[in-house]
């Protein structure tokens, strides 16, 4: 299993450009997030989905937007942006068949708007 | 409604030294919680959770967390520190399965 994956790694963007954060997971988990980490903030919940075609908003979801057409992918668009989106952003997925369930991490991907 | 509080952003031990990183948690439902660790320029990944089966629960490399209800506390300690101990610790609560609510982080320097 490669667990979840996210691309790209890094990217720097100019104000005001688009780009769509790409997470897939190949556990077959139902639920999958998108958090923020900014320094000394934690994370923080961007947008959840518990299955395909059902998404719902967390904590700072302006700015942002996700879909969910399959189980295995959970892409984040950042439309026009700005450098409040300059952070660390974290997918992750967890099962929701049993619990507690403990969600799993990929790796980030670090984005900078200049 | 659930909130983590974590209590120090830094916390620095000599290696060898007894390790304690402190979460209070708030919870209108029976809570389940775990810690989480991050290395540099990495992902979270668990360190343990409570599941209610037993108050203290044991997790990876050492670590482990004992709940206490009266307190609403879920303390991580660690007997004895060491270099590879180094990363930022994370408490998280959640009150089923759809959202998870993390604290704000405690950062591990181990001296030599």
């Known amino acids: 299993n490669a667990g979840v994956t996210q691309t790209p790694k890094f990217r720097i963007l100019k104000i005001g450009q688009s780009m769509t954060l790409q997470c897939a997971q190949d556990m077959n988990h139902n639920y999958m997030y998108w958090y923020r980490q900014d320094p000394g903030m934690g994370l923080k919940l961007i947008y959840y989905?518990?299955?395909?075609?059902?998404?719902d908003k967390g904590e700072v979801p302006n700015g942002y937007n996700v879909s969910r057409s399959t189980t295995e992918d959970f892409p984040l668009r950042l439309e026009l942006a700005a450098p409040s989106q300059t952070s660390v952003y974290f997918c992750a997925s967890t099962s929701g068949t049993s619990g507690p369930y403990e969600q799993y991490f990929g790796p980030g991907t670090r984005l900078t708007v200049t | 409604a659930q909130s983590v509080t974590q209590l120090g952003s830094h916390v620095s031990v000599s290696e060898g030294a007894l390790v304690l990183l402190r979460c209070n948690y708030s919870s209108s439902v029976p809570p389940y919680l775990f810690w989480y660790v991050q290395y540099p320029n990495q992902g979270l990944q668990l360190l343990l959770k409570?599941?209610?089966?037993?108050?203290l629960v044991k997790g990876i490399n050492g670590f482990e967390a004992e709940f206490k209800k009266s307190e609403t506390s879920f303390h991580l300690t660690k007997p004895s520190a060491h270099m590879s101990d180094a990363a930022e610790y994370f408490c998280?609560?959640?009150?089923?399965?759809?959202?998870?609510?993390f604290g704000t982080g405690t950062k591990l320097q181990v001296i030599p």
């Open positions: 998280a609560v959640t009150g089923g399965y759809q959202k998870v609510t």
């Open positions: 989905s518990v299955g395909a075609g059902i998404t």
């Open positions: 409570y599941t209610s089966a037993a108050t």
